[in-house]
Structures are given as structure tokens and as C-alpha cells.
């Protein structure tokens, strides 16, 4: 299954590096190298090369590489419009993906809320974040970028007696330019994933 994704991604990255943009690193908000392109990704180093990408050093092989290989492919020097946020089903095209998202990329982390609030620290140094200055935040509220120009804008409510905890993970209100829309949802699918790694750490 691996060498599937690993195929996909690379595929990208030949496409990529054939016609590569001058300004590739201003597009995707990276530090050019010479032929790579070095930024964060999902809370981690990232760096796209022509022999693929890789993440803390390794070369990706599963399902974010094409993730991000599809980011450095819809590169656009348009700037993200964060507000105001919107929910991946106001995005055209998306309906299908709506009920996955709900539970790959909100849902799993209803279980961690009260964990995720005593690490903020940690998982904003990580994804680049900051909490988001909004009066009407939830419980509490922040903003991560998993990509560059990707950010999610996350907002919390704790349980209580009344009412269980829950998650929603909004987009910028200019998402679908920087990404394909199945590919945002994976964004949100990967990024929980983080989350629950930091705060698991």
C-alpha cells in the first residue's frame, strides 16, 4: 500500500520539477536551496527535492507525501484570506467528503479536548499556531498551520453536565486556491493526527 503512495507522490514531483515555477518558494512559503525547497509541515521539517519528499529526513511513503506534493503542485502566490473561517462543506465540491472530514478530522479528537487544552503551548510551537483572539471562540479556540498556506482554525468546548465535548476544524476563507478539496480534508485528517500525537508525547 506504501509503494502506492509513494508511486502517486512522486509522480507529482515529476510533474513539478518539469515545469518548475521561478518563484515556487514564494508561492508555497519556502527556503529555496538550490532545486529544494525546505518549510514546515504538519509540525514537522519538510523538504521537497526531485527525488521526492521528505519529512524530519525521511522520505514520506504514505498518504501525506501526496498530500503535500499536491500543496507544492497548486502553487499560487495569492495570499490566504483566514477570515472569516469557513466549514469544509461551504467549500463547492466537498459534500461527499463532509461526513469523513466530521469524523476523521473532528470527531477523533472529541475524546482528547481537555488534553489538547493543557498542551496548547505545545501544539501551537509545533504547527506554527496562536489562539485566536475571537470572543465567541468556544471554550477556547486557535489557529494551526499544517501547511504554509493550509491554516486550520480550530474551536473547543469542554463537557459538562449539560453537553459533551466537540470540535469543529474550519478553513480559510480562501482554501479550495491552495489545495484540491479532497486533499483539504486529508489536511484536517493528518493534522488530528498530530495533535493527538503532541499531546500524546
Given at each position: 500500500?506504501?509503494?502506492?503512495?509513494?508511486?502517486?507522490?512522486?509522480?507529482?514531483?515529476?510533474?513539478?520539477?518539469?515545469?518548475?515555477?521561478?518563484?515556487?518558494?514564494?508561492?508555497?512559503?519556502?527556503?529555496?536551496?538550490?532545486?529544494?525547497?525546505?518549510?514546515?509541515?504538519?509540525?514537522?521539517?519538510?523538504?521537497?527535492?526531485?527525488?521526492?519528499?521528505?519529512?524530519?529526513?525521511?522520505?514520506?511513503?504514505?498518504?501525506?507525501?501526496?498530500?503535500?506534493?499536491?500543496?507544492?503542485?497548486?502553487?499560487?502566490d495569492?495570499?490566504v484570506?483566514?477570515?472569516?473561517?469557513?466549514?469544509?462543506?461551504?467549500?463547492?465540491?466537498?459534500?461527499?467528503?463532509?461526513?469523513?472530514?466530521?469524523?476523521?478530522?473532528?470527531?477523533?479528537?472529541?475524546?482528547?479536548?481537555?488534553?489538547?487544552?493543557e498542551?496548547?503551548?505545545?501544539?501551537?510551537?509545533?504547527?506554527?499556531?496562536?489562539?485566536?483572539?475571537?470572543?465567541?471562540?468556544?471554550?477556547?479556540?486557535?489557529?494551526?498551520?499544517?501547511?504554509?498556506?493550509?491554516?486550520?482554525?480550530?474551536?473547543?468546548?469542554?463537557?459538562?453536565?449539560e453537553?459533551?465535548?466537540?470540535?469543529?476544524?474550519?478553513?480559510?476563507?480562501?482554501?479550495?486556491?491552495?489545495?484540491?478539496?479532497?486533499?483539504?480534508?486529508?489536511?484536517?485528517?493528518?493534522?488530528?493526527?498530530?495533535?493527538?500525537?503532541?499531546?500524546?508525547?
Amino acid at each position: 500500500m506504501e509503494n502506492r503512495f509513494l508511486k502517486i507522490h512522486l509522480s507529482y514531483i515529476k510533474e513539478l520539477y518539469s515545469q518548475l515555477p521561478d518563484d515556487l518558494d514564494k508561492c508555497i512559503c519556502a527556503m529555496r536551496e538550490g532545486d529544494v525547497f525546505r518549510f514546515k509541515a504538519f509540525g514537522q521539517p519538510c523538504a521537497i527535492t526531485p527525488e521526492g519528499i521528505y519529512l524530519s529526513g525521511e522520505l514520506m511513503t504514505g498518504e501525506m507525501g501526496i498530500t503535500i506534493a499536491l500543496y507544492a503542485n497548486f502553487a499560487t502566490d495569492t495570499e490566504v484570506q483566514l477570515l472569516p473561517p469557513k466549514a469544509l462543506a461551504q467549500i463547492e465540491g466537498t459534500q461527499p467528503l463532509k461526513d469523513y472530514f466530521k469524523a476523521q478530522s473532528e470527531q477523533i479528537l472529541v475524546p482528547h479536548v481537555s488534553y489538547i487544552r493543557e498542551s496548547i503551548d505545545r501544539i501551537l510551537k509545533a504547527f506554527d499556531g496562536f489562539i485566536n483572539p475571537d470572543e465567541d471562540g468556544g471554550d477556547f479556540s486557535f489557529t494551526l498551520f499544517p501547511l504554509p498556506k493550509v491554516p486550520l482554525y480550530y474551536i473547543f468546548y469542554m463537557a459538562d453536565s449539560e453537553f459533551p465535548a466537540s470540535v469543529t476544524c474550519l478553513f480559510a476563507a480562501n482554501a479550495e486556491l491552495f489545495m484540491p478539496v479532497d486533499a483539504l480534508a486529508d489536511v484536517g485528517e493528518h493534522t488530528a493526527k498530530g495533535i493527538i500525537e503532541k499531546i500524546s508525547s
